[in-house]
């Protein structure tokens, strides 16, 4: 009997975020009689843990991380131990984690980049360059971030591959929205819903959506119907002053910021259009998983983002950083119910098309399997 792949992914926590979501359904779907799939957090194991141990062998290693970044002697015991073929590291732990699978031994190295900020920052072109080195494939998740990387980060573009994010589009799929879950969630009845699901981190310009939404709310107009809400699902380092803006911006009434939910394939039918106003981005799960559900996207043209929406939804893209475009967008989609609705259905197709996470999960188990 032909022995099985051995492939430890590196994390650095499995948080409920688009990379953990990722990672979770590569060694969900990676074929148990071909893989053996572990992973390996840098950090807490994170509330995403416990769903995965049924699908690969969860191991931790904590150090000190400025003492271990020339030489982390530790990392590289725990994954010589392990012996794994192949080490899938992932955006933030990839310098130590190469570093380390290189010196335990490692046979196969492969890197995913899940999106970068543009333009990098000198430290991080420094240290990535010298990892990317050292990887034998790197993994871009759209041709924007490929292009990005190798003009400025990868020594040999020919290593990098692009393989965009996948998921699942019978869990996340149109259906009908839960009465009682809007009132679960302090949704107004009758009130059409602006909605975004994500980490609340600087990159993803949460702030300007806020600010973009207060402009929206001062202009919209009695004949309009019920004035909109806010609904932000997900948690992160932003969380505390995305709450002081809420209240600095007088929109407590109109917002609800409501940490992590397990049940997100329920709460994006709520959603009248999803949003993203993000400064970079790869290719968003969060999106992919709106659009998915049917739900009409109006999102920030960064990254990957433009090619997820295809050629057809455009029109569904505003500049970075512009808070009036965003209210704009906002309101051209809420005042169109018609238009949405095409827009939404054809949302659903680009994903059904081109997005597919048994597609995706193919390709890695391609790369792990290459040369070994």
């Not at 992590?260 to 799960?285: A, H, I, K």
Request: hydrophobic share 45%; with cysteine; net charge positive.
């Amino acid at each position: 009997m032909t022995r099985r792949v051995r492939v430890l992914q590196v994390v650095h926590k499995l948080d409920y975020g688009g990379l953990e979501r990722l990672v979770g359904a590569i060694v969900r779907l990676l074929p148990a009689e071909r893989f053996e799939s572990h992973i390996l957090t840098l950090s807490d194991f994170g509330r995403f843990a416990e769903g995965l141990a049924a699908h690969a062998q969860l191991h931790q290693h904590r150090s000190v991380p400025h003492l271990s970044m020339l030489w982390p002697r530790g990392l590289i015991r725990t994954i010589r131990a392990l012996a794994p073929d192949a080490v899938h590291t992932h955006s933030g732990v990839w310098y130590k984690a190469s570093l380390a699978a290189r010196r335990a031994g490692v046979r196969r190295l492969v890197h995913t980049d899940h999106g970068r900020p543009y333009p990098d920052s000198l430290k991080d072109r420094l240290l990535d360059g010298l990892a990317a080195r050292r990887t034998d494939v790197i993994v871009a998740v759209s041709d924007a971030l490929r292009r990005q990387m190798a003009e400025t980060l990868v020594p040999r573009p020919s290593r990098i591959r692009v393989v965009v994010n996948g998921i699942d589009t019978r869990r996340f799929q149109p259906r009908a929205v839960n009465g009682s879950l809007r009132g679960e969630l302090g949704l107004p009845v009758g009130a059409p819903v602006i909605g975004s699901i994500g980490r609340l981190d600087p990159i993803k310009g949460y702030d300007v959506m806020l600010q973009a939404f207060a402009l929206l709310r001062a202009r919209w107009r009695v004949e309009e119907g019920a004035a909109p809400t806010l609904l932000l699902v997900g948690d992160g380092p932003e969380r505390a002053r995305l709450a002081a803006l809420i209240e600095r911006e007088g929109l407590c009434d109109a917002t609800r910021l409501v940490g992590w939910r397990e049940d997100v394939e329920q709460v994006y039918p709520v959603f009248d259009v999803f949003s993203l106003s993000s400064w970079s981005e790869g290719t968003s799960l969060g999106l992919l998983e709106a659009m998915s559900c049917g739900v009409c996207p109006v999102v920030t043209a960064v990254g990957g983002s433009p090619a997820a929406l295809g050629e057809h939804l455009q029109h569904r893209l505003v500049p970075p950083g512009d808070p009036a475009a965003l209210a704009d967008a906002w309101r051209d989609a809420l005042t169109d119910d018609r238009r949405r609705a095409g827009d939404a259905t054809m949302a659903r197709r680009r994903v059904e098309q081109a997005f597919g996470v048994e597609a995706m999960v193919r390709e890695y188990a391609r790369i792990y399997s290459e040369e070994l």
